[in-house]
């Protein structure tokens, strides 16, 4: 069992940047495949960014590549989504989530999921 809770979301202006973390328990963190996920208000909830166990490998969602970065830190249990230039279409609740396989972009075979985190870009 893995349990997952976001943290650093909050309410910026277009443009700006803003860090989410994601504390996982267990000891078992570093096997697990980790992403990132958010849902606007009335839309399907969508991926954003996964990273793999080690942290060698990493993929993103065409609407956030090259603002976006996932990274983790498997002594601390915690993975991280940098978030830079920020856009009012970034505006949604951000989930992080769990995997022991693959890194996928896929919601449906996250096995764990945080409460989210507000994030509001204002323009």
């Known amino acids: 069992q893995v349990q997952l809770v976001e943290s650093g979301g909050g309410l910026v202006q277009a443009g700006g940047s803003l860090r989410l973390s994601c504390a996982a328990s267990?000891?078992?963190?570093?096997?697990?495949?980790m992403g990132w996920f958010r849902q606007a208000p009335g839309k399907e909830r969508e991926f954003v960014a996964a990273?793999?166990?080690?942290?060698?490998?990493?993929y993103y969602a065409d609407s956030v590549k090259g603002r976006f970065t996932i990274s983790r830190d498997n002594a601390k249990n915690t993975v991280y989504l940098q978030m830079n230039s920020l856009k009012p279409e970034d505006t949604a609740v951000y989930y992080c989530?769990?995997?022991?396989?693959?890194?996928?972009?896929?919601?449906?075979?996250?096995?764990?999921w945080g409460q989210g985190t507000q994030v509001t870009v204002s323009s």
């Open positions: 989530a769990a995997r022991q396989l693959h890194v996928s972009d896929s919601r449906d075979v996250y096995d764990y």
């Open positions: 267990g000891r078992t963190f570093s096997s697990y495949t």
């Open positions: 990273i793999g166990w080690g942290g060698g490998t990493t």
